[in-house]
């Protein structure tokens, strides 16, 4: 049974960082493409950033030079790195292989940037 669950979320004021982990189970980590997708409220889910398996990494332009994704293979974990957040990065984040898997979604953790 795949089980993605994701932590390091939480109450930031902006202009601060967080690190999101997410530990992946059940599945075949290393030879997949990773993401982390957020949603904010009201809105729909966006693929925020991307990492292979050979660590090659993009990003949506709203989160680029500010976010640094990584991963672990050893750990069968992949890490958000999130600086210099701002209001419009509240949401709750999520991971899961890109493309996504309908099936995969965890309960995500909560990122909310006060000002």
């Known amino acids: 049974q795949v089980q993605l669950v994701e932590s390091g979320g939480g109450l930031v004021r902006a202009g601060g960082s967080l690190r999101l982990s997410c530990a992946a189970h059940g599945i075949v980590f290393r030879i997949h493409t990773m993401g982390w997708y957020r949603q904010a409220p009201g809105e729909q889910r966006e693929l925020v950033a991307t990492?292979?398996?050979?660590?090659?990494?993009d990003y949506t332009d709203s989160v680029k030079g500010r976010f640094t994704i990584s991963r672990d293979n050893a750990k069968n974990t992949v890490y958000l790195q999130m600086n210099s957040l701002k209001r419009e990065d509240t949401a709750v984040y999520y991971c899961?292989?890109?493309?996504?898997?309908?099936?995969?979604w965890g309960q995500g953790t909560q990122v909310t940037v006060s000002s």
């Open positions: 899961n292989e890109d493309p996504a898997d309908v099936d995969y």
């Open positions: 990492i292979t398996p050979g660590g090659s990494t």
